[in-house]
């Protein structure tokens, strides 16, 4: 198995909306990372976690809750976003503890429009 | 800072050689990525190269690498409609894989 598996593929919600997105990956890999990406323009880091501990929190909003229960599965909690928040969200993960010089591996992202 | 620059747009006839330039400031990146996007989709890792290499090849991708000119380029030979697609370039600066993508490059392929 070499996929990084993300659901919903198209979520679309309301301000006042609570909803999460969920990441899996049964490659043992040991990081896993959310981006976002907004329309034709490249994937901006939001957050890593190495070894189920987050690592990287790039200054992102508390709207955006991540949670990393176990060493496969990554979710990221939405709560009160906002228009600007619609986009893509990928899900990757990589093998080692994230330490650098990793390959990631992307999910095929949710697609996410906040009304 | 850190920054990553690629043309936005390049269109070629099928069958032809294509080659999308990169250019990049981190000179202590270890690696450096070529990323597909086609539309709707996610990211998919196309080759890698490591920053003590000046060449890499895989099959119809080639990867030139010139570290003084911190520029990175991605030939792909005999190109498809199939390559259409959306191709970033990325460099891993520090820690924690912190990939720095650049703007993408859109590849067109026309018959």
């Known amino acids: 198995d070499t996929e990084v598996t993300q659901t919903p593929k198209h979520l679309v919600m309301g301000m006042t909306n609570k909803k999460s997105l969920k990441c899996e990956q049964h490659?043992?890999?040991?990081?896993m990372y959310w981006y976002k990406q907004k329309a034709k323009k490249p994937p901006e880091l939001m957050f890593v976690?190495?070894?189920?501990?987050?690592?990287i929190n790039e200054s992102v909003p508390s709207r955006f809750s991540p949670e990393c229960p176990n060493s496969s599965l990554l979710n990221l909690h939405l709560h009160a976003l906002q228009p600007e928040d619609s986009a893509l969200y990928l899900c990757?993960?990589?093998?080692?503890?994230?330490?650098?010089?990793?390959?990631?591996?992307f999910g095929s992202g949710t697609q996410l429009s906040v009304l | 800072g850190e920054d990553v620059e690629q043309s936005l747009f390049l269109s070629v006839r099928e069958g032809d050689s294509s080659v999308i330039n990169c250019t990049y400031t981190d000179s202590s990146s270890t690696y450096l990525y070529w990323y597909k996007q086609e539309p709707g989709a996610g990211l998919q890792l196309l080759t890698y190269i490591f920053s003590n290499m000046d060449m890499k090849q895989d099959q119809r991708l080639t990867v030139l690498l010139h570290k003084k000119d911190k520029h990175l380029s991605l030939r792909i030979a005999d190109t498809q409609t199939g390559d259409s697609a959306i191709y970033f370039c990325a460099q891993g600066g520090g820690g924690y894989n912190k990939l720095i993508f650049g703007a993408g490059t859109r590849l067109a392929v026309h018959p």
């Open positions: 976690y190495s070894y189920e501990k987050l690592s």
């Open positions: 490659m043992g890999h040991r990081a």
């Open positions: 990757a993960s990589s093998q080692g503890g994230g330490q650098g010089g990793e390959k990631l591996f």
